[in-house]
C-alpha cells in the first residue's frame, strides 16, 4: 500500500521540515499544532508591545537548512535574511574579566592570548584543530544518519578510519579535556558551557562535545527579524507546497489499527486517518500516555534522573547600565562545579548561576564596543534550572532567591538591568512542562551524559509501523539545525519506506 496521507504533530523544526520535505514530494500533509503558531521552543514572544526571541536566539549550521531547502529546489536566502556574526559572545567573569570570542579564529587566539597568556592564545588554536577533527569525524557518520550504533560507526569507518573515531575521546568527559586542553580555568569554564547546548553538564557530557567550537567557526548568523522568523519561514514554503497547517488544535491520541499507525483523534473528538504519522512531540510524551495507550509502548521512556537542562528566562523590555552588552553575552558563576550540583544532583535552582543575555536591539561589531540603543532595550535573560516543573511550581523563595543572585552576578560584572515586573514575563521549568508535557520542563530530551548517551536517542522509525519520530528527543539531538535534520531524516525514512511497499 502506498503512503499517501500523512499526519504531523507538532509545529517545531522536526515537524516543519518533515511537513515540508513530504509536501514537497506531492504527498497529502496534516500538521497539527496546539499552538497558535510555529515554532515550538523557537518561541517569539510580546513584551511591553515588543516581540522578541524568548527561545534559539541564533542559527548555526547553515549546511543543514542548504540541504533541507536544496531537496525541493528552494533557497534559504530568498525566505530569510541572515547576517553572519563577527562576535560570537562576550563572557565576563567580573567588572574586570572580559573576553570576546570571534568568527575569525586567528582573532579569537589573539584575544585569548591578551587575556590569558600566550600559552593559552596557542593552546586555544591546538584546541580548535582537535574540534575540526572530532566534527569531520561525526559530521556525516553521526548527524546526518538515521540512528548510528557504535558498531556502524566502526565499521562505517573502516580500519582506517579508528583513529579518527579514538580522536573523538568518546570515553573522556568534557571537562576533563578541557583541562588537558587549556591552564587557565575560566577558559575551561567557558568551553565548557558547549555542553549545556545539548542540555548537559560539562562534568558528564562526553569530550566529543567540543566539535561546537567547530560548528560556532563554521559561521553563526543572526535572522532579521529574530529566530523565529525561520519557522514562519518554513511553515509558509510547507503551505505552498500543499501541506495544511492546523493551529490551536490539539492531538490526543495516536490511533493505531491494524497493526501501524492509521492517523490522530484530535481533543474535540475529530479523527485525521492517515496511512502514516510523524510525531514531533517529545518522546516521553508518548511513552507516558499523553497521545493514547496504543502508541505509549513503542515509546522509549525518559526518566527523571536522565533528563536534561531546563531553564529560568525573563523576557524582558528595560534598561541597561555599565557593561559594554553585545548581542550575545555570558557572566559566568565563580563556582561552576556547584552550579551544575545543584541542578542535577539535587534537582535545585543554583545559589550563584551563570547567566546568558541576549541583547536583541544591539548590532554586531567587528570591534569591540558598539552604540548602545537609546531607551529600553529587548533582552532574553536565561539561567540552567532543574528539570522538575512536573513537581509543580518550584518554591517562591527559590525563584526570588535565584533571580536576586542573578541581577547581583551581572551588577559585580558591571551590568545594571532595571528590570520591572509590568516589563517582563518570567517562565520556570513548570511553564516549559506545560508547554512540552512529560518532560518536567526539560528543553533538550535526554541528557547528553557518558559516553553511549547519544546513542541513547531513538531513530526516525519507531517500532510500530508508520510511526516516526522528529525533534529535539531524538537522534540527532537538541538544538534548530541538529532537531531540523531529525525532521529531514524522518521524511527520508518514510519515503523509503512507502517505496519499498
Same mark, same amino acid.
Given at each position: 500500500?502506498?503512503?499517501?496521507?500523512?499526519?504531523?504533530?507538532?509545529?517545531?523544526?522536526?515537524?516543519?521540515?518533515?511537513?515540508?520535505?513530504?509536501?514537497?514530494?506531492?504527498?497529502?500533509?496534516?500538521?497539527?499544532?496546539?499552538?497558535?503558531?510555529?515554532?515550538?521552543?523557537?518561541?517569539?514572544?510580546?513584551?511591553?508591545?515588543?516581540?522578541?526571541?524568548?527561545?534559539?536566539?541564533?542559527?548555526?549550521?547553515?549546511?543543514?537548512?542548504?540541504?533541507?531547502?536544496?531537496?525541493?529546489?528552494?533557497?534559504?536566502?530568498?525566505?530569510?535574511?541572515?547576517?553572519?556574526?563577527?562576535?560570537?559572545?562576550?563572557?565576563?567573569?567580573?567588572? %574586570?574579566? +572580559? *573576553?570576546?570570542?570571534?568568527?575569525? #579564529?586567528? @582573532?579569537?587566539?589573539?584575544?585569548?592570548?591578551? !587575556? &590569558?597568556? /600566550? =600559552?593559552?592564545?596557542?593552546?586555544?588554536?591546538?584546541?580548535?584543530?582537535?574540534?575540526?577533527?572530532?566534527?569531520?569525524?561525526?559530521?556525516?557518520?553521526?548527524?546526518?544518519?538515521?540512528?548510528?550504533?557504535?558498531?556502524?560507526?566502526?565499521?562505517?569507518?573502516?580500519?582506517?578510519?579508528?583513529?579518527?573515531?579514538?580522536?573523538?575521546?568518546?570515553?573522556?568527559?568534557?571537562?576533563?579535556?578541557?583541562?588537558?586542553?587549556?591552564? %587557565?580555568? +575560566? *577558559?575551561?569554564?567557558?568551553?565548557? #558551557?558547549? @555542553?549545556?547546548?545539548?542540555?548537559?553538564?560539562? !562534568? &558528564?557530557? /562526553? =569530550?566529543?562535545?567540543?566539535?561546537?567550537?567547530?560548528?560556532?567557526?563554521?559561521?553563526?548568523?543572526?535572522?532579521?527579524?529574530?529566530?523565529?522568523?525561520?519557522?514562519?519561514?518554513?511553515?509558509?514554503?510547507?503551505?505552498?507546497?500543499?501541506?495544511?497547517?492546523?493551529?490551536?488544535?490539539?492531538?490526543?491520541?495516536?490511533?493505531?489499527?491494524?497493526?501501524?499507525?492509521?492517523?490522530?483523534?484530535?481533543?474535540?473528538?475529530?479523527?485525521?486517518?492517515?496511512?502514516?504519522?510523524?510525531?514531533?512531540?517529545?518522546?516521553?510524551?508518548?511513552?507516558?500516555?499523553? !497521545?493514547?495507550?496504543? =502508541?505509549?509502548?513503542?515509546?522509549?521512556?525518559?526518566?527523571?534522573?536522565?533528563?536534561?537542562?531546563?531553564?529560568?528566562?525573563?523576557?524582558?523590555?528595560?534598561?541597561?547600565?555599565?557593561?559594554?552588552?553585545?548581542?550575545?553575552?555570558?557572566?559566568?558563576?565563580?563556582?561552576?562545579?556547584?552550579?551544575?550540583?545543584?541542578?542535577?544532583?539535587?534537582?535545585?535552582?543554583?545559589?550563584?548561576?551563570?547567566?546568558?543575555?541576549?541583547?536583541?536591539?544591539?548590532?554586531?561589531?567587528?570591534?569591540?564596543?558598539?552604540?548602545?540603543?537609546?531607551?529600553?532595550?529587548?533582552?532574553?535573560?536565561?539561567?540552567?534550572?532543574?528539570?522538575?516543573?512536573?513537581?509543580?511550581?518550584?518554591?517562591?523563595?527559590?525563584?526570588?532567591?535565584?533571580?536576586?543572585?542573578?541581577?547581583?552576578?551581572?551588577?559585580?560584572?558591571?551590568?545594571?538591568?532595571?528590570?520591572?515586573?509590568?516589563?517582563?514575563?518570567?517562565?520556570?521549568?513548570?511553564?516549559?512542562?506545560?508547554?512540552?508535557?512529560?518532560?518536567?520542563?526539560?528543553?533538550?530530551?535526554?541528557?547528553?551524559?557518558?559516553?553511549?548517551?547519544?546513542?541513547?536517542?531513538?531513530?526516525?522509525?519507531?517500532?510500530?509501523?508508520?510511526?516516526?519520530?522528529?525533534?529535539?528527543?531524538?537522534?540527532?539531538?537538541?538544538?534548530?539545525?541538529?532537531?531540523?535534520?531529525?525532521?529531514?531524516?524522518?521524511?527520508?525514512?518514510?519515503?523509503?519506506?512507502?517505496?519499498?511497499?
Amino acid at each position: 500500500m502506498a503512503t499517501k496521507r500523512i499526519v504531523v504533530i507538532g509545529a517545531g523544526m522536526g515537524g516543519l521540515v518533515a511537513a515540508l520535505l513530504l509536501a514537497g514530494k506531492g504527498l497529502d500533509v496534516t500538521l497539527v499544532e496546539k499552538a497558535d503558531q510555529p515554532g515550538g521552543k523557537m518561541r517569539e514572544v510580546l513584551v511591553d508591545h515588543r516581540r522578541l526571541d524568548a527561545g534559539p536566539t541564533v542559527l548555526t549550521m547553515r549546511w543543514v537548512f542548504d540541504r533541507i531547502l536544496g531537496e525541493i529546489d528552494e533557497n534559504l536566502d530568498a525566505h530569510v535574511a541572515l547576517k553572519p556574526a563577527a562576535i560570537l559572545a562576550r563572557h565576563a567573569w567580573s567588572g %574586570d574579566e +572580559r *573576553l570576546d570570542l570571534f568568527a575569525d #579564529r586567528a @582573532a579569537s587566539a589573539d584575544a585569548i592570548a591578551a !587575556f &590569558a597568556g /600566550p =600559552a593559552e592564545g596557542r593552546n586555544y588554536r591546538a584546541f580548535c584543530v582537535q574540534a575540526r577533527g572530532i566534527h569531520d569525524a561525526l559530521k556525516d557518520s553521526f548527524m546526518a544518519r538515521e540512528r548510528p550504533s557504535p558498531l556502524g560507526l566502526v565499521q562505517q569507518a573502516g580500519f582506517g578510519g579508528l583513529g579518527r573515531l579514538w580522536a573523538t575521546s568518546p570515553f573522556g568527559t568534557l571537562w576533563d579535556a578541557l583541562g588537558k586542553a587549556f591552564q %587557565d580555568p +575560566r *577558559l575551561r569554564q567557558l568551553f565548557g #558551557r558547549y @555542553a549545556t547546548y545539548c542540555g548537559s553538564s560539562p !562534568f &558528564a557530557a /562526553p =569530550a566529543t562535545l567540543m566539535l561546537v567550537a567547530h560548528v560556532e567557526q563554521e559561521g553563526v548568523w543572526t535572522v532579521d527579524g529574530g529566530v523565529h522568523k525561520l519557522a514562519q519561514a518554513l511553515a509558509g514554503l510547507a503551505a505552498a507546497k500543499g501541506a495544511r497547517l492546523v493551529y490551536g488544535r490539539t492531538v490526543s491520541e495516536i490511533v493505531v489499527a491494524g497493526g501501524r499507525a492509521a492517523g490522530v483523534r484530535l481533543s474535540d473528538g475529530e479523527t485525521l486517518f492517515a496511512d502514516a504519522v510523524v510525531s514531533n512531540a517529545d518522546v516521553n510524551a508518548i511513552a507516558s500516555g499523553r !497521545f493514547g495507550p496504543d =502508541a505509549a509502548p513503542f515509546a522509549p521512556e525518559i526518566r527523571p534522573a536522565d533528563r536534561s537542562l531546563s531553564a529560568l528566562t525573563w523576557s524582558a523590555v528595560a534598561q541597561t547600565e555599565g557593561f559594554p552588552l553585545h548581542r550575545h553575552n555570558v557572566f559566568f558563576s565563580r563556582d561552576y562545579r556547584a552550579e551544575f550540583d545543584a541542578i542535577f544532583k539535587r534537582g535545585k535552582l543554583p545559589s550563584e548561576p551563570t547567566i546568558y543575555v541576549c541583547a536583541q536591539d544591539r548590532q554586531d561589531n567587528a570591534t569591540s564596543t558598539g552604540p548602545p540603543p537609546t531607551g529600553a532595550e529587548r533582552l532574553l535573560i536565561l539561567v540552567n534550572a532543574p528539570p522538575t516543573g512536573d513537581h509543580g511550581h518550584l518554591p517562591t523563595a527559590e525563584i526570588d532567591q535565584c533571580q536576586r543572585a542573578t541581577f547581583d552576578r551581572l551588577a559585580q560584572c558591571g551590568l545594571t538591568i532595571g528590570l520591572q515586573a509590568d516589563h517582563m514575563l518570567r517562565t520556570e521549568p513548570m511553564d516549559w512542562e506545560k508547554r512540552f508535557p512529560a518532560t518536567g520542563g526539560a528543553l533538550y530530551g535526554r541528557a547528553t551524559h557518558g559516553a553511549m548517551a547519544s546513542f541513547a536517542r531513538p531513530g526516525s522509525r519507531s517500532r510500530l509501523p508508520g510511526l516516526y519520530w522528529a525533534g529535539g528527543s531524538v537522534h540527532p539531538g537538541p538544538g534548530v539545525p541538529m532537531a531540523a535534520l531529525s525532521g529531514l531524516i524522518a521524511a527520508q525514512a518514510l519515503l523509503a519506506d512507502r517505496a519499498s511497499m
